[in-house]
């Protein structure tokens, strides 16, 4: 694609008549009006501004360096918002390094009590209160994980 043919460079040829001749005459010049009360007056701003099209620059006059490529248009605003959008990354990256030992137990308790919700739910079904069930499901689970670790560990 040629740098003359962006679709950055059109619309600013459209709204800004010095950039024109970046444009190769692909769209006519254009003004934005605000839109008309009646259809009389609507008619009226299409008639004006097919005169004013006419004299301002007709469509067959080539721009005077219609085959020169010319280099993009950096815009300051996209510089800004990817610095800030790069900014608010670092930021939320370093927050997080350096809580990493508040939110490992808050995401691992997540994790475990979902995981051991369907069994809450299940001893809840067979009118056991959800408190009690909850106590009798950490204690299972932690006698289970000895049992395990006393399996593992060498005989004494």
Request: no cysteine.
């Amino acid at each position: 694609m040629a740098w003359g043919h962006s679709s950055f460079v059109k619309i600013s040829a459209i709204t800004n008549p010095r950039w024109n001749r970046f444009s190769n005459n692909v769209l006519p010049s254009v003004k934005a009006q605000p839109i008309a009360a009646s259809p009389k007056e609507a008619a009226r701003r299409i008639e004006m501004s097919k005169v004013s099209a006419a004299s301002d620059h007709p469509a067959t006059t080539p721009a005077p360096d219609a085959g020169v490529e010319h280099p993009p248009i950096i815009r300051r605003a996209e510089v800004v918002a990817f610095s800030l959008v790069s900014l608010l990354v670092i930021t939320v990256l370093l927050i997080l390094y350096f809580a990493k030992a508040f939110f490992l137990p808050v995401v691992t308790a997540f994790i475990v009590g979902t995981m051991l919700s369907p069994a809450a739910g299940f001893l809840e079904k067979r009118r056991i209160p959800r408190a009690l069930s909850s106590v009798m499901i950490v204690l299972t689970v932690g006698a289970g994980a000895v049992f395990i670790i006393g399996l593992i560990s060498a005989p004494l």
